[in-house]
């Protein structure tokens, strides 16, 4: 993982990153909102739990953790789920139904914790409210962003993700065309479905978060974007049109592996 850092006066961030093979870096975030409930959103890789358990240690107790917010169930958000709960006793698991019926088929989720969002449902923290968002893209029917009133951030899953060529601590530290480049390769594969749709339809899912103007974007797949949300829905109204994203077949996988083995 990478090193936590304060993000706005009351958020936290707990970014890691993924090697994409030929490609760059995908960022992993998860966040800690320090309302009067605190609430921790997402709970990173399973493969650096026991680091992801450390840094959240670093940034709150997790005893005082009232909610864990899980955007879905996808492996890069869930990766510490179980652990979280066991040391956050008094927190509920905050997540679409289907999110948490489709992990019950995993693990025994308690229930009895558990709340269930859909878009447009709200709960208040104490200091704010924060609203189930849907966000124009996402690789999972049980996404679920949140927009906090009182921030004005919205949490928006994997959307204005963006395979970028390092890791970095603000979207401002990207190059713009590498940027660029990397939300819209992002996009088309994480949402493939995106290329069926009419670009006229997509754009009043764009209006809706456009509507909203929230001043800064935490993905889950980016650094933090401050001030570049009308800049973010221009790149993502191209991603329609663009041409689709290939995944690397197995002529890529063998041009990896025989550079792999001759860089030993
Ligand atoms: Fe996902
Ligand atoms: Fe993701």
Same mark, same amino acid.
């Given at each position: 993982? /990478?090193?936590?850092?304060? #993000?706005?006066?009351?958020?936290?961030?707990?970014?890691?990153?993924?090697?994409?093979?030929?490609?760059?870096?995908?960022?992993?975030?998860?966040?800690?909102?320090?309302?009067?409930?605190?609430?921790?959103?997402?709970?990173?890789?399973?493969?650096?739990?026991?680091?992801?358990?450390?840094?959240?240690?670093?940034?709150?107790?997790?005893? /005082?953790? +009232?909610?864990?917010?899980?955007?879905? !169930? /996808?492996?890069?958000?869930?990766?510490?789920?179980?652990?979280?709960?066991?040391?956050?006793?008094?927190?509920?698991? #905050?997540?679409?139904?289907?999110?948490?019926?489709? =992990?019950? =088929?995993?693990?025994?989720?308690?229930?009895?914790?558990?709340?269930?969002?859909?878009?447009?449902?709200?709960?208040?923290?104490?200091?704010?409210?924060?609203?189930?968002?849907?966000?124009?893209?996402?690789?999972?029917?049980?996404?679920?962003?949140?927009?906090?009133?009182?921030?004005?951030?919205?949490?928006?899953?994997?959307?204005?993700?963006?395979?970028?060529?390092?890791?970095?601590?603000?979207?401002?530290?990207?190059?713009?065309?590498?940027?660029?480049?990397? =939300?819209?390769?992002?996009?088309?594969? !994480?949402?493939?479905?995106?290329?069926?749709?009419?670009?006229?339809?997509? %754009?009043?899912?764009? !209006?809706?978060?456009?509507?909203?103007?929230?001043? =800064?974007?935490?993905?889950?797949?980016?650094?933090?974007? +401050?001030?570049?949300?009308?800049?973010?829905?221009?790149?993502?109204?191209?991603?329609?049109? %663009?041409?689709?994203?290939?995944?690397?077949?197995?002529?890529?996988?063998?041009?990896?592996?025989?550079?792999?083995?001759?860089?030993?």
């Amino acid at each position: 993982m /990478d090193k936590p850092h304060q #993000a706005m006066p009351d958020i936290e961030v707990l970014p890691a990153h993924f090697p994409i093979p030929g490609m760059g870096f995908l960022p992993v975030n998860a966040f800690v909102i320090k309302a009067r409930e605190p609430v921790l959103v997402d709970t990173g890789m399973g493969g650096e739990s026991e680091e992801f358990m450390k840094v959240l240690g670093s940034i709150i107790d997790p005893k /005082d953790l +009232r909610w864990v917010w899980l955007t879905h !169930d /996808d492996a890069d958000h869930t990766g510490s789920i179980q652990k979280v709960l066991e040391a956050a006793p008094s927190a509920r698991l #905050a997540a679409n139904s289907l999110a948490v019926l489709r =992990m019950s =088929m995993a693990w025994p989720v308690p229930m009895h914790r558990v709340y269930w969002l859909n878009p447009g449902d709200s709960i208040r923290m104490g200091d704010r409210k924060l609203t189930a968002i849907r966000p124009p893209l996402f690789d999972n029917p049980t996404a679920i962003g949140i927009y906090d009133d009182k921030s004005e951030a919205f949490f928006s899953v994997d959307c204005f993700g963006g395979i970028i060529p390092s890791p970095a601590q603000n979207a401002d530290d990207v190059k713009e065309g590498d940027l660029a480049q990397g =939300m819209i390769s992002w996009a088309s594969a !994480d949402s493939p479905w995106v290329h069926m749709v009419e670009p006229s339809e997509f %754009s009043q899912a764009l !209006d809706r978060i456009r509507q909203i103007a929230p001043k =800064m974007i935490f993905s889950a797949h980016l650094p933090p974007a +401050r001030g570049k949300t009308e800049q973010f829905l221009k790149l993502l109204a191209r991603v329609p049109t %663009s041409t689709p994203f290939v995944a690397p077949n197995q002529t890529a996988l063998e041009q990896i592996l025989a550079q792999t083995r001759g860089g030993n």
